[in-house]
């Protein structure tokens, strides 16, 4: 017999009892389905121990690592803490240590945590607002000692948050954020594995973690493609360092893209996903993340699964604004 | 080591879970490239799809399921309005061997799966 804590309530298991019934039983509202481990509806999260392997049949590498589990397969070894996803909410505070005009439109924004972190650099947060407004964005930094975070964000010209950052928020206020979320992140152990990632415009943000993360910290020997689209050249707000990167890491490559029009020969015309997509007709075995607009990401998901990836190696962040 | 598998069933002799997990992925990937029937995929989630199609192959190939007619008439009610026939119901199966037929299976098991697919026609096509 083991514990479940769900919220502030424990429940006892029966016999061989899933955590689904469990909760079930005791009239909890948890969602679900098939209760046969297909559906995934009842995707939950373990906060403390690692939940039976058997409950994890399916998840892709990073949910299980970050102990995720089906509900209906899961019948406990051990006492566990569970959560429903992005159910749980506890707000952590932060200080912003710096803020700088990435181009005419994006803010780099750096934060400092009070407290050490666990995120994976292409995760997002939540950023509150003290009336509480909350927004979404993705971690473009790698691990570091500092608990220091930071964000590309786009100064959307009605954006209520964004315009908040762009005109008041100053170095040295306080920010409350969320635990780092999503699945959109490098994982370990395929170092040789060839990486292709599309981006359009502060899409960028978790790739460039991303691809910080695999260089840096895992030194990733596959081939590592980046493909960065936006309509002007102002938009490429990163060209410089990621040049920079190119040099350092024979094995990293950066197209820049313009939908725009072109004026130097050193841009590539046309939509980065789909002159990513044409450069690399044959995807089996790759690793592919989309990350931006959500009609880009949805087009290049399809066209990267029919071209040989696998749906459980393509990682996706759709952008909403 | 060469025992023959009389006893196994047909999922054990396709290769369980794992057979169905690399069958998938190739069997996805077919339904979504056929031009005779990749319209009615259309704006779904791939995911959930995909999660779908695994449970379909999960029973095709006798694993354990829990298939219920009245689900896959539900499922499948506003793809008959769209005009799904027995026609896109045989591209499927069609696709289906033709994965089977890649990953090294036997014609005699490929039988028995598509005999055992066929079981859903009524159910899909609202019959």
Redesign the interface.
Known sequence: MTRIKFGEQTFETENNETVLNTLLRNNMQVPYG???G???CCLMRSLDNVPPEKSQ??LKDNQQKQNYFLACLCEPENDMTVALPNNEISWLEAEVIEKTDLSTNVILLKIKSKEPLAFFAGQFVNLRRDDGVIRSYSIANIHNAEHELEFHIRILPNGKFSRWVADELTVGMLLSFSHAQGDCHYVEGKIEQSLLLIGTGTGLAPLYGIIRDALSTHKHQGEIHLFHGSRDASGLYLEEKLTTLTQKYPNFHYTPCLSGEVNDEKYTKGRANEIALQAFPKLDGWRVYLCGQPEMVLHS??AA??Q?A??KEIYVDAFTS | MTETTTNATLFEQLGGEAAVDAAVDIFYRKVLADHRINRFFDGVNMDTQAAKQKAFLTMAFGGPNNYSGQDMRNGHAKLVKMGLDDSHFDAVIENLAATLTELGVSAELIGQVAAIAETTRADVLGK
Do not use: M
């Open positions: 098939c209760k046969a297909v559906c995934q049949v399916g998901k399809r699964y029919l040989g696998s749906l």
